[in-house]
């Protein structure tokens, strides 16, 4: 079995303690949880990289073990996906921006609202920042929409793999192009930095094109 292919050649092992012990509880569960598709060693891999590639841009290192987790977990779960080793019931988007903590979040919390069930969705980001953008968090929070499980995360090719409809903004030439996926690159505005007046307008504008989307893909 081939190991989920991460962004970073090498992977750092933590310092102090707690953090080991919290990298080899994440070993161990995700070893179980994925026993039969990938090896413990290509777990332990991932659970790695994650951990290093987040510690290298995370602001918030007391929820490193949770992020680090989820992030091996996603990959893990999106190279199988893309082997063929565990079955997609539903479409693959992936929306990938600069930084991971404005459009691409917005556009995959989006989607997942307007089609819960009927799609998966993925983001991340070519050079991601340290935490989400607040000012696209209370964009959302007025559409009832939370980000509250979101965070940035770097973009892997296991993801690009595994995605069937591949939406770049400000970033299209930073994903790897593979035969049979659709690739969109959307002129959008970059929240960064903007009102909350101005970021109601890049949400309402993405959500136009998320819905567009959807209904192309029948959902």
């Known amino acids: 079995m081939s190991a989920p292919e991460t962004p970073t050649a090498m992977a750092t092992t933590p310092d102090d303690a707690s953090a080991a012990a919290a990298v080899k509880g994440a070993i161990h569960d995700l070893a179980y949880a994925f026993e039969g598709t990938f090896t413990g060693e290509d777990v332990e891999q991932a659970v790695r990289t994650a951990w290093s590639e987040l510690a290298a841009v995370s602001r918030v290192q007391t929820y490193l073990p949770v992020l680090a987790t989820r992030l091996a977990r996603e990959r893990l779960t999106a190279a199988a996906q893309a082997e063929g080793r565990i079955v997609k019931t539903v479409p693959e988007l992936l929306f990938v921006c600069v930084h991971n ?91 960064a930095d903007q009102p909350l007046a101005v970021v109601r307008d890049i949400r309402d504008d993405l959500q136009q094109r998320v819905s567009g989307l959807l209904r192309e893909l029948n959902l």
């Not at 069930?117 to 070519?126: I, L, N």
């Not at 499980?149 to 591949?166: G, H, M, Q, T, W």
């Open 101 to 191: 903590a404005g459009r691409s979040q917005m556009a995959a919390a989006l989607a997942a609202h307007l089609a819960p069930g009927g799609v998966h969705v993925r983001s991340a980001g070519s050079r991601p920042t340290g935490e989400l953008n607040p000012v696209v968090v209370e964009a959302l929070a007025e559409r009832g929409i939370s980000l509250a499980e979101a965070f940035p995360k770097p973009l892997s090719d296991d993801v690009v793999r595994a995605a069937d409809v591949i939406i770049t903004m400000g970033c299209g030439d930073a994903c790897p192009i593979y035969p049979g996926k659709r690739y969109l690159d959307w002129d959008v505005a970059d929240p």
